[in-house]
T-cell receptor, first 114, second 112 residues
Framework: NAGVTQTPKFQVLKTGQSMTLQCAQD?????MSWYRQDPGMGLRLIHYSVGAGITDQGEVPNGYNVSRSTTEDFPLRLLSAAPSQTSVYFCASSYSGTGAGEQYFGPGTRLTVT | GESVGLHLPTLSVQEGDNSIINCAYSNSASDYFIWYKQESGKGPQFIID?????DKRQGQRVTVLLNKTVKHLSLQIAATQPGDSAVYFCAESLNNFNKFYFGSGTKLNVKP
């Protein structure tokens, strides 16, 4: 199993540009999530999904969109990038319900917005 | 991913000693808690979890203690090894196990 994969590993955007961060998992997990991690801080939940076709907002959803058309994929879209979105982004997956805490994280995408 | 910040609390221990990493959680209604380990340049890795109806749970070389009265969680690592050097995060969740709130982390430095 490849686990959770994320692309790209690094990305530089100009203010106002849009892009999609890709996330895929091959463990047939129902639950998937996106976090951002800023220096000196823990992870903050952006959006999550408990299954295909179901998404919901996390702690810091503004400026980001998600969709979940398949169990495997959970892309994160930045519609109009801002310098405040400079961060490291992690995707994670797990079984839903009481197993959701045992999340498997991808390697992260380091995004810089200039 | 870079997880070390300028003001991250640091715990330094000698190899072979026991480590205790503490976490104060924010919401008294939280009923599920998790510890994660994050090595430099990598995503977090699940260590152990505990439900609020338990006070203690043990894993391999790790023990999590939960004190709901003072909203405190601790992770004990026995016989700490150099490979345990990382940043450790606690996370809390309530009710539906869908939203997880992370603490800011503690860096564990194991001296050989």
């Amino acid at each position: 199993n490849a686990g959770v994969t994320q692309t790209p590993k690094f990305q530089v955007l100009k203010t106002g540009q849009s892009m999609t961060l890709q996330c895929a998992q091959d463990m047939n997990h129902e639950y998937m999530s996106w976090y951002r991690q800023d220096p000196g801080m823990g992870l903050r939940l952006i959006h999550y999904s408990v299954g295909a076709g179901i998404t919901d907002q996390g702690e810091v959803p503004n400026g980001y969109n998600v969709s979940r058309s398949t169990t495997e994929d959970f892309p994160l879209r930045l519609l109009s990038a801002a310098p405040s979105q400079t961060s490291v982004y992690f995707c994670a997956s797990s079984y839903s319900g009481t197993g959701a805490g045992e999340q498997y994280f991808g390697p992260g995408t380091r995004l810089t917005v200039t | 991913g870079e997880s070390v910040g300028l003001h991250l609390p640091t715990l330094s221990v000698q190899e072979g000693d026991n480590s205790i990493i503490n976490c104060a959680y924010s919401n008294s209604a939280s009923d599920y808690f998790i510890w994660y380990k994050q090595e430099s340049g990598k995503g977090p890795q699940f260590i152990i979890d505990i439900r609020s109806n338990m006070d203690k749970r043990q894993g391999q070389r790790v023990t999590v203690l939960l004190n709901k009265t003072v909203k405190h969680l601790s992770l004990q690592i026995a016989a700490t090894q150099p490979g345990d050097s990382a940043v450790y995060f606690c996370a809390e969740s309530l009710n539906n196990f869908n939203k997880f709130y992370f603490g800011s982390g503690t860096k564990l430095n194991v001296k050989p």
